[in-house]
C-alpha cells in the first residue's frame, strides 16, 4: 500500500503506532484519530509527517468530516486490558459499539469501501483449550470485550450485504512489541524483572498464549489491506504456544535478575475469564496473502530487552 490516504483509530496507541509509522514509512498520507488514553506511542519523526486528531471515534460527525478523501479506515481504537475492561464493561463495549457506527457512518458518507478492523482472538473465548484455532471454529465470546469485537464482526458483514463496504476482521493473538504499556502481561514481566521485585504470575503458569510480534501484526494488517473484498476473517497468529511460567523464567534469565517467580491466586474478575489454552492458525492468513507472522518469541523479547537497556 502506498500513495493512499489513509486514516488509522487508536493510532497513537501501541499496535496503532506501529501502523502509522509503516504505513508513514510506505509512503502512504496517514490521518490519526485518537483521544490519547495510553498517551501519544506515535514517534516524533513521524508524528511530524501525518495528521493528528484529538477526537473520540464516537463522535459521527468529526469522524465522518476528518475521513473525507480516505482510501481505507483502520479501525483499531478500543478499550482493552483484562483488568480494564472487566472495571468498565459498559465504557467497553459502547466505545466498541459506537465507534463502528461512527466509522461505518463515514465509509458509507465519504465512499470509503475499505475497512481493516481489530478484532480479537478472544472471540474464540474458552474454545481454544484443545487445539489450534482457525477461523473456521464457533465464537464463544466471554467477556464484554470479546462480546463487542464479535458483534462488530457481525456488523461489517452486514455492512457488506447491504451497502457494499469491504471490510476485514483481524483476530490478533497477544500482540508484543515496544512501546507496548504494562496492562500486558509482557511489559509487566520486564518491569518487575528489571527491578528485581518478583515477578507475578496468575494461577500455575501452565496457561499457554500465542505472542505475535508487533511488526508482523502490523506487516499482515497492511497486506491484508490490499486486498479486501467482501467480508472476511483472518487469524495474525505465530502458531506457538508458550506458558505464562516459561515466559516469566525467560524474562529473568535475559535480564539477570534475582527476582522470585511467584505464582499468586488472581482477583476473582481474572479467573472468570482465564484461559488454559490459547493459540491460533494463521493457514488462511498465508493462503491468501503469502505471509504470516514469523518472529519467534526469544527475537521478540531480545528486541524489547535491548531498547530497555538504552
Ligand atoms: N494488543 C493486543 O494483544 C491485541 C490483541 C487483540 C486485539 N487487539 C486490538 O487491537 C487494537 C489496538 O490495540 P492496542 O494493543 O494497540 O491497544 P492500545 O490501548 O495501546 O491502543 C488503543 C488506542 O485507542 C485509543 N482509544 C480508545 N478509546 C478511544 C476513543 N473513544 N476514541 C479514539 N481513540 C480511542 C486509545 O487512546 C489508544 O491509543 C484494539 O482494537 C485491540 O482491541 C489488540
Do not use: W
Request: with cysteine; charged share 25%.
Amino acid at each position: 500500500m502506498k500513495n493512499q490516504r489513509v486514516v488509522v483509530t487508536g493510532g497513537a496507541g501501541f499496535i496503532g503506532s506501529h501502523l502509522v509509522v509503516q504505513l508513514v514509512e510506505a509512503g502512504n498520507d496517514v490521518v490519526v484519530i485518537d483521544t490519547l488514553l495510553r498517551g501519544n506511542k506515535i514517534p516524533h519523526e513521524i508524528f511530524k509527517q501525518i495528521e493528528f486528531h484529538k477526537v473520540d471515534v464516537c463522535d459521527r460527525d468529526k469522524v465522518k468530516a476528518i475521513s473525507k478523501g480516505a482510501n481505507v479506515i483502520f479501525h483499531f481504537a478500543a478499550i482493552l486490558g483484562v483488568d480494564i475492561v472487566a472495571d468498565n464493561p459498559i465504557e467497553t463495549m459502547e466505545t466498541e459499539v459506537n465507534g463502528m457506527q461512527s466509522v461505518a457512518g463515514a465509509a458509507i458518507e465519504n465512499q470509503i469501501d475499505r475497512i481493516v478492523y481489530a478484532s480479537t482472538s478472544g472471540v474464540y473465548g474458552h474454545l481454544a483449550l484443545e487445539k489450534s484455532v482457525d477461523e473456521e471454529i464457533l465464537v464463544d465470546p466471554r467477556t464484554s470485550y470479546a462480546m463487542a469485537k464479535r458483534y462488530n464482526e457481525i456488523y461489517l458483514a452486514s455492512l457488506f450485504e447491504e451497502k457494499g463496504i469491504n471490510s476485514i476482521a483481524i483476530r490478533f493473538f497477544n500482540v508484543y512489541g515496544l512501546r507496548q504499556d504494562n496492562r500486558m502481561v509482557i511489559p509487566r514481566f520486564y518491569e518487575q524483572a528489571m527491578s528485581n521485585e518478583p515477578i507475578t504470575v496468575f494461577g500455575t503458569g501452565e496457561q499457554t498464549r500465542d505472542f505475535t510480534y508487533v511488526d508482523d501484526a502490523v506487516k499482515a494488517s497492511i497486506l491484508l489491506a490490499n486486498r479486501v473484498k467482501g467480508f472476511e476473517i483472518f487469524n495474525v497468529a505465530n502458531e506457538r504456544e508458550s506458558t505464562i511460567g516459561e515466559l516469566a523464567e525467560k524474562i529473568k534469565k535475559m535480564s539477570g535478575s534475582t527476582s522470585e517467580i511467584k505464582f499468586i491466586y488472581a482477583p476473582k474478575k481474572r479467573y472468570d475469564f482465564e484461559v488454559g489454552r490459547r493459540f491460533g492458525s494463521s493457514a488462511k492468513l498465508l493462503k491468501h496473502i503469502d505471509y504470516k507472522p514469523n518472529t519467534q518469541l526469544n527475537e521478540g523479547l531480545d528486541v524489547i530487552y535491548a531498547s530497555l537497556l538504552n
